[in-house]
């Protein structure tokens, strides 16, 4: 059996929506519903979280994840990359407990609409594949496909994205190629990818898309976005 860890990222600062990641939402602090997510999709060998901040923590730990370090503050910072955050979390385990997973997932807490069977289903494709990885993607809607997308160049004339003059858009939209966008729900990737001596990454070089429904394409990063996420966390409740 593979073994695949879960990491729960969420440090304390936040602009954007000042601490956001235990604020509730429909009765329970907003971490808890990835927490949740994951402990139920019963596909994860571990599922632990990267914080910097004891409260954080200590909510996480009540609703039976892994608190087994916390993270220095230079990892913590508003420009801190989630590549050195994922290092840090797989390199503490491995000489602290010397465990070494197979496969790692990315678990935010700002995404509350992420279902238990995302999780499996993400865990299955990569195990079918044989994937570097798999990313969550949503279609991207007709009237924002790449195909009909224009510029503006610095001439003042309309072309196409790719450079081509307006004749050659695709007219009919049941002709045009699907686009996908990342929904920013799943990152599974193999572990190794973390510490590629040339280029380490999450994605290496096949990455099997997850295509979701875009009402689970929820990403909070502010007030706004809470709102938005509480009505449809309201219609996904049983």
Not at 79 to 103: C, F, S
Request: overall charge neutral; proline content about 7%.
């Amino acid at each position: 059996m593979a073994k695949i860890l879960g990491v729960i990222t969420a440090r304390g600062g936040s602009r954007g929506l000042p601490g956001k990641n235990i604020k509730p939402l429909l009765g329970k602090p907003l971490i808890v519903y990835i927490i949740e997510a994951a402990q139920k999709s019963g596909v994860l060998d571990r599922i632990i979280l990267s914080t910097d901040d004891p409260k954080i923590a200590e909510v996480a730990k009540e609703y039976g994840c892994e608190a087994p370090f916390m993270r220095p503050a230079e990892l913590a910072q508003d420009d801190t990359a989630h590549l050195a955050v994922l290092q840090h979390a797989v390199r503490w385990l491995k000489e602290n407990e010397n465990y070494q997973p197979d496969y790692t997932m990315i678990l935010q807490p700002t995404a509350p609409t992420l279902q238990s069977f995302h999780i499996k289903e993400a865990v299955e494709l990569i195990l079918k594949t044989g994937a570097d990885s798999v990313m969550s993607v949503a279609e991207v809607p007709e009237h924002f496909n790449h195909s009909a997308s224009m510029i503006i160049r610095p001439d003042g004339f309309l072309r196409l994205v790719n450079g081509d003059p307006i004749y050659k858009r695709i007219p009919r939209r049941q002709d045009r190629p699907k686009n996908y966008w990342s929904a920013n729900l799943i990152y599974l990737f193999k572990t190794n990818l973390l510490f590629d001596k040339d280029n380490p990454n999450f994605y290496g070089e096949k990455t099997a898309p997850q295509i979701i429904e875009s009402k689970y394409a929820v990403d909070i990063d502010n007030l706004e976005d809470f709102l938005k996420a509480e009505e449809i966390m309201k219609k996904l409740q049983p």
